[in-house]
């Protein structure tokens, strides 16, 4: 079963940028769609990007297009979502996701917070 793991969040100013990424402690990821989503307080949860199982299809939101760039590393096990040029309204805990079928598993979150 995928277990995953988000990393890199933190706290960043207008304008910077972060690297958030996504690791499988379980099977590979190779054989999953994988996406990105956030939620902001007192928000739903939305979607941010998603990339196909062989990395060629991506797939982005209106909002981060041309800021945001999503990635996957087979040999690492690992996807990453490098964000430029960041926000305050991009200011949310994301979540990474692994999706085949029917079935989705859940990463647990990582903060990410951009001050004015």
């Known amino acids: 079963q995928v277990q995953l793991v988000e990393s890199g969040g933190g706290l960043v100013q207008t304008g910077g940028s972060l690297r958030l990424s996504c690791t499988s402690s379980?099977?590979?990821?190779?054989?999953?769609?994988m996406a990105w989503f956030r939620q902001a307080p007192g928000k739903e949860r939305e979607f941010v990007a998603n990339?196909?199982?062989?990395?060629?299809?991506?797939e982005y939101t209106d909002s981060v297009k041309g800021r945001f760039f999503i990635s996957r590393d087979h040999t690492k096990n690992t996807m990453y979502l490098q964000m430029n040029n960041l926000k305050p309204e991009d200011t949310a805990v994301y979540y990474c996701?692994?999706?085949?079928?029917?079935?989705?598993?859940w990463g647990q979150g990582t903060q990410v917070t951009v001050s004015s």
């Open positions: 990339i196909g199982a062989a990395g060629r299809r991506k």
């Open positions: 379980g099977r590979p990821i190779s054989a999953y769609t």
């Open positions: 996701k692994a999706s085949v079928g029917s079935f989705g598993a």
